[in-house]
């Protein structure tokens, strides 16, 4: 995702390299590149146009310092106004009420159904919440059955009445069932259609007037660009809607969507998603993605969901078997396990300044991991605990039990004793346990 709009960005940026100061000159050809690269990535002319109005006035209004060169001082014009662009700050879903009621709006194929279960994850593990999710879809029967399947994926009961061609009458009994089954929130998932129509319109508007929801989040698929943005304002005409979900950001998304509605709505952005898998969900700030489309990461965001997974004690355990020289398989197998757990690597790679760059054209083949893993399951309890017993006839039966080759093998247990060998040398550095808190920071759950 904004992998163009970066690189254009990037390259506007270019024009005042070696520019002793801004003037309207030499900031003229960088402003038009700036709002080229944003017409390109579907964002509306208009938007573009008052946007880097907007830039040009702050820029010609502020002094450059010497320790700032004017180029690094248009990058934070630029992020501070793509910030603004996308809403300021970040915005918390509102979860009030006995039950509280979320209403999940949106066209068909935006990933309603999807989303709604993985805001239903959110809430159970996130916030510590007993959410339901309530089967409000009348008219796709498969819509109603993929709820079924992500509610039991994930733990979360799902009210359904397949008989039931009122939506309105079926949110009402799943809110009454919630109310005598302790559930505190109901996710209430509704019908879309290819294009806005009146009856869906009407249908929506009944649901929402009826069952008065503390937050209607209106889902958004970010691959249709200024159409996200056109329909996003028909809903919200007739809805007055809380809020904005971005799904499908791992798709091939020119980032219009995210950049223009705001603007258009003028209602925030409170959660983006990307994937298929229930954990994908991710809080929107509009801070840390200007970071993102400036290609300066996210180390905030990357931070946090190691933290998701860190766990003091066994952080504690795995420094001391570092500075005893003991770390094993067993230990190289939990970490690889919490790795996965954080996401895609690419992304999760791309959040660190400046390696995003470097990586975007890379092909990062995930399936290295089960690879090693089915290594390591393929070792003895006793061969995992002690690396130091690999002989060729053992390596030869790993080899065998996982479908690797002798060549993967050797080049695993090559590349696991270098890493030994640089935890050792860090312990005679005094380093020992600043190696162990960096790999126990992906160990666990807090």
């Known amino acids: ?13 270019k024009s005042l390299k070696g520019q002793g100061k801004i003037s309207e000159i030499n900031i003229a050809t960088t402003v038009k590149e700036i709002r080229r690269a944003l017409v390109e990535a579907d964002v ?14 702050k820029a010609l209004g502020q002094e450059v310092l010497t320790s700032v060169s004017p180029g690094q001082l248009m990058v934070k014009i630029v992020q501070d ?20 009621i979320i209403l999940i709006a949106g066209l068909q194929g935006s990933g309603k159904t999807t989303f709604s279960a993985k805001l239903a994850n959110h809430i159970k593990t996130k916030l510590g919440r007993s959410p339901m999710l309530a089967a409000c879809d009348i008219y796709r029967p498969a819509a109603i059955t993929q709820l079924q399947v992500l509610g039991e994926q994930i733990g979360v009961h799902v009210y359904a009445d397949i008989e039931n061609k009122n939506a309105v009458d079926i949110a009402k009994k799943a809110i009454n069932y919630a109310k005598t089954n302790n559930h505190n929130v109901v996710i209430v998932d509704t019908a ?29 698929d970010s691959m249709t660009g ?28 020119r980032g219009g969507a995210a950049l223009s509605i705001k603007y258009v709505v003028q209602k925030p952005i409170k959660f983006v998603s990307r994937g298929e898998k229930m954990d994908t969900l991710e809080l929107f700030y509009p801070d840390r993605m200007a970071q993102r489309i400036l290609g300066m990461g996210d180390i905030v965001s990357f931070v946090e969901k190691a933290q998701e997974q860190y766990d003091q004690e066994k952080a504690e355990e795995l420094q001391r078997k570092i500075r005893k020289n003991q770390f094993d398989f067993e230990d190289f197998l939990q970490q690889l396990k ?41 070792m003895t309890p006793e061969e995992r605990n002690n690396p130091d017993l690999m002989t060729g006839s053992r390596r030869q039966r790993i080899a065998a039990g996982s479908g690797s080759t002798i060549q993967d093998v050797n080049q695993f247990m090559k590349q696991f004793e270098e890493m030994r060998k640089m935890m050792k040398m860090m312990n005679k550095m005094g380093g020992g346990a600043k190696a162990a808190r960096a790999l126990g920071g992906m160990m666990g759950k807090r």
């Open 1 to 13: 995702m904004f992998e163009n709009l970066s690189d254009r960005l990037e390259g506007a940026f």
């Open 44 to 57: 509306n002319y208009k938007i573009a146009k008052e946007f880097t109005d907007t830039v040009k006035d």
């Open 81 to 100: 106004e793509l910030t603004a662009l996308m809403g300021g700050e970040q915005v918390d879903i509102n979860i009030k009420g006995s039950p509280a």
């Open 192 to 220: 879309g259609r290819l294009a806005v129509d009146e009856e869906m319109m009407d249908e929506i508007t009944r649901l929402k007037e009826a069952l008065n929801p503390s937050e209607t989040l209106f889902v958004v």
């Open 226 to 253: 200024q159409d996200a943005v056109n329909t996003a304002k028909a809903f919200n005409d007739r809805l007055n809607f809380d809020g904005v979900v971005l799904t499908k950001l791992d798709g091939d998304t």
């Open 338 to 378: 919490q790795i996965k757990k954080m996401g895609n690597m690419k992304d999760l790679l791309g959040m660190i300044p400046g390696i995003g760059k470097q990586i975007k054209d890379m092909d990062i083949d995930e399936k290295q991991f089960s690879k090693l893993e089915a290594m390591i399951y393929s």
